[in-house]
């Protein structure tokens, strides 16, 4: 089906990904014991293999990301904009995270920005939280502001119906202008990464770390 390949073209790129740091990781032994021959480091992985590698390092900055921004990040407590902040803070997520809230100036004692174009640098990641018809533009100004990996947990599209479909295809039209740009979603659960105290998700528990990947 056309979402079991989709799952595996994934698994395909996070696996080669997976891959290229590994040799990163040898190549960073040798230079230590004072090898002659020196790979790319982990910022180069893209040039090295050209397209396929842009777009492992852009998954890259989904699956262990450095900075993120959570659009929609809410103080209602049963909102999921206010969960998945919850959940980042609580996972203690090493890097800093902004939430996104033109409405407010902290939430969750944290310093709000009115959109992900006041940030002082650009995220790895924005996870999305907001109504399903705001999703096309935060894409947009995503795109404007330079970051390539999102996570789109909104609700509201091909899922509900004619409206929904047009919704999507908004989505999906306003994506294709940023070729660089990964996305996963709309609608799904979110990202969880134990081994960098990753949780941008509305999940209520965490994993613990392990050697087994799911995707679903």
Same mark, same amino acid.
């Given at each position: 089906?056309?979402?079991?390949?989709? /799952?595996?073209?994934?698994?395909?790129?996070?696996?080669?990904?997976?891959?290229?740091?590994?040799?990163?990781?040898?190549?960073?032994?040798?230079? @230590?014991?004072?090898?002659?021959?020196?790979?790319?480091?982990?910022?180069?992985?893209?040039?090295?293999?050209? /397209?396929?590698?842009?777009?492992?390092?852009?998954?890259?900055? &989904?699956?262990?990301?450095?900075?993120?921004?959570?659009?929609?990040?809410?103080? @209602?407590?049963?909102?999921?904009? %206010?969960? #998945?902040?919850?959940?980042?803070?609580?996972?203690?997520? /090493?890097?800093? #995270? %902004?939430?996104?809230?033109?409405?407010?100036?902290?939430?969750?004692?944290?310093?709000?920005?009115?959109?992900?174009?006041?940030?002082?640098?650009?995220?790895?990641?924005?996870? #999305?939280?907001?109504?399903?018809?705001?999703?096309?533009?935060?894409?947009?100004?995503?795109?404007? /502001?330079? &970051?390539?990996?999102?996570?789109?947990?909104?609700?509201?599209?091909?899922?509900?119906?004619?409206?929904?479909?047009?919704?999507?295809?908004?989505?999906?039209?306003?994506?294709?202008?940023?070729?660089?740009?990964?996305? &996963?979603? +709309?609608?799904?659960?979110?990202?969880?990464? +134990?081994?960098?105290?990753?949780?941008?998700?509305?999940?209520?528990?965490?994993?613990?770390?392990?050697?087994?990947?799911? &995707?679903?």
């Amino acid at each position: 089906s056309r979402r079991s390949s989709a /799952a595996r073209r994934l698994a395909g790129a996070v696996r080669a990904w997976e891959e290229g740091l590994a040799r990163n990781a040898r190549t960073h032994t040798r230079r @230590r014991e004072g090898g002659r021959r020196a790979g790319p480091g982990r910022d180069s992985v893209a040039k090295h293999s050209g /397209a396929e590698g842009m777009a492992i390092q852009n998954l890259r900055n &989904i699956f262990r990301p450095e900075s993120i921004a959570v659009v929609g990040a809410s103080g @209602r407590t049963e909102s999921v904009g %206010y969960t #998945v902040l919850k959940n980042l803070i609580t996972a203690e997520f /090493a890097g800093p #995270v %902004y939430p996104i809230n033109p409405n407010r100036d902290e939430v969750l004692g944290v310093a709000a920005h009115k959109t992900v174009g006041d940030l002082p640098t650009p995220p790895d990641l924005a996870v #999305v939280c907001t109504r399903a018809n705001l999703v096309p533009d935060v894409i947009r100004q995503c795109g404007e /502001a330079g &970051i390539v990996g999102l996570v789109v947990l909104s609700a509201g599209f091909r899922e509900f119906g004619d409206e929904g479909k047009q919704l999507e295809a908004a989505l999906l039209a306003e994506l294709r202008r940023w070729p660089n740009m990964r996305l &996963i979603g +709309p609608n799904c659960l979110g990202v969880l990464s +134990p081994a960098c105290r990753l949780n941008a998700s509305f999940a209520r528990t965490m994993p613990n770390a392990g050697r087994v990947a799911f &995707i679903s």
